[in-house]
């Protein structure tokens, strides 16, 4: 299952006026980060940067100069996402977003069944809140000390581990799926062939103790002996 984490930053908060001006996005494959990504800057044309957006991402008028306009990467922002699933942090206003580029430049929108919001998610989960990013992270311990500003690319890799915490942690893809090997091979407790994760059996080096005591294996085997010969434990007794 192939699925797009991804995050916008705009001009301002109206995506009837205001422009998408930066798109990051993280590729997972059965909630595995792959490695690949996408990440552009986009000229919004005549439109401005808020100040108010600017004092949250920081990207200003100057460096969007000269920066390619959404029409000419929106090719390759579809071919990016291809059919996977769109995730983010409050989707509604992001699809906003890109819904509205797509349909100035003739293109279909995407249709909501495509799309998964975190923000949803983590108000299922976590109902006294709050569910801002930053505080998912400290609710599942992930290092966000870096994120001074708003950044696309940033606030998604921040975005993939919270999500991934959400649905259950990294065991919830530890089974004999396809994936990527580069992902995990590095992991200790983990096989890759042919892209099939296995994992590794690890036997302990000395047997533990046993925890019966033989008082306790005699009084069991006496209780047993009295349930007779039909009962459930005489007949596993005889499969040993």
């Not at 509604?92 to 495509?114: C, H, Q, V």
């Not at 569910?131 to 599942?140: F, M, P, T, V």
Request: glycine content about 8%; some cysteine.
């Amino acid at each position: 299952m192939r699925e797009i984490i991804f995050d916008t930053e705009t001009t301002g908060l109206d995506n009837r006026a205001d422009r998408i001006i930066e798109i990051g996005g993280i590729e997972l494959f059965n909630h595995f980060p792959t490695g690949n990504t996408i990440h552009i800057f986009i000229n919004p044309g005549d439109q401005k940067v808020h100040p108010d957006a600017l004092a949250v991402h920081g990207i200003t008028d100057e460096f969007l100069k000269d920066k390619q306009p959404f029409g000419e990467v929106a090719e390759q922002i579809l071919t990016f996402f291809g059919d996977a699933k769109w995730i983010a942090h409050n989707a509604t206003f992001d699809m906003g977003f890109i819904n509205a580029e797509f349909a100035r430049i003739g293109l279909p929108p995407i249709l909501p069944e495509r799309v998964l919001d975190t923000l949803s998610m983590a108000r299922r989960k976590h109902p006294m809140g709050p569910n801002s990013l930053d505080a998912l992270c400290r609710r599942y311990g992930i290092d966000n000390s870096h994120r001074t500003k708003h950044g696309a690319l940033l606030d998604s890799e921040l975005l993939a581990e919270v999500y991934i915490e959400m649905i259950g942690g990294r065991q919830a893809a530890l089974g004999l799926g396809m994936a990527g090997t580069s992902n995990h091979a590095a992991r200790g407790d983990m096989a890759v062939e042919d892209d099939v994760v296995i994992a590794a059996v690890l036997e302990r080096p000395r047997p533990l103790a046993p925890r019966l005591s033989q008082i306790e294996e005699q009084a069991h085997e006496v209780l047993v002996a009295k349930l007779g010969e039909k009962s459930v434990w005489a007949k596993y007794a005889n499969l040993e």
